[in-house]
């Protein structure tokens, strides 16, 4: 017996196979939601000290607008000497509400 598919249940079937097979052709994903924090901690230790947060820098200032708010020291936030994934999406968010104004 031959049983009729709707075309719409097909074009679905479809549209998810090619979806399954362009997520499956993409790199995995860092843990930190892309690779940007991972991509500047050369030694992988979870943290940037402060050459590893220079070579950040550097790639920031054709797009900084204001230079300063990338000092170490303002976002060293807890004052150790190098800066955690979490100071730095703190400062990525406050960047984004700053130029949001």
């Known amino acids: 017996m031959i049983t009729c598919v709707p075309r719409r249940s097909i074009q679905a079937l479809l549209a998810a196979a090619v979806l399954t097979a362009a997520m499956n052709a993409l790199p995995p994903a860092h843990a930190d939601g892309g690779g940007t924090f991972s991509l500047y901690d050369v030694d992988r230790n979870g943290y940037l000290d402060r050459s590893e947060f220079e070579t ?9 607008d204001v ?24 400062a990525l968010l406050d960047d984004i509400k700053r130029k949001s104004k």
């Open 56 to 64: 950040f820098v550097a790639s920031k200032r054709n797009r900084a």
């Open 67 to 90: 230079p300063e708010f990338w000092a170490f020291a303002r976002l060293d936030a807890d004052s150790d000497g190098r800066i955690s994934e979490q100071e730095m999406v703190n």
